[in-house]
């Protein structure tokens, strides 16, 4: 399980209620996907990429996250 998401929604002052109206979906799902339990598609990881300013590579653990 990966909780990046997790962290830079909070980096990003954003609860996961709003990462799923944004998502179109649940906030129990929006849960379930930033613990592993549910994948997330393509599309979703690329729109999660721009609300929270970094890479897909970067959600997807390919890149490292840099803190500026």
Do not use: W, Y
């Not at 109206?21 to 339990?37: A, F, N, W, Y």
């Amino acid at each position: 399980t990966c909780a990046l998401p997790i962290c830079l929604m909070g980096l990003n002052g954003l609860t996961q209620a709003e990462v799923a109206e944004i998502l179109h979906c649940s906030r129990s799902t929006v849960s379930q996907k930033c613990t592993g339990r549910i994948a997330f598609s393509a599309n979703e990881i690329n729109e999660l990429a721009e609300l929270l300013h970094v890479s897909a590579d970067v959600l997807l653990g390919r890149a490292p996250l840099e803190v500026k």
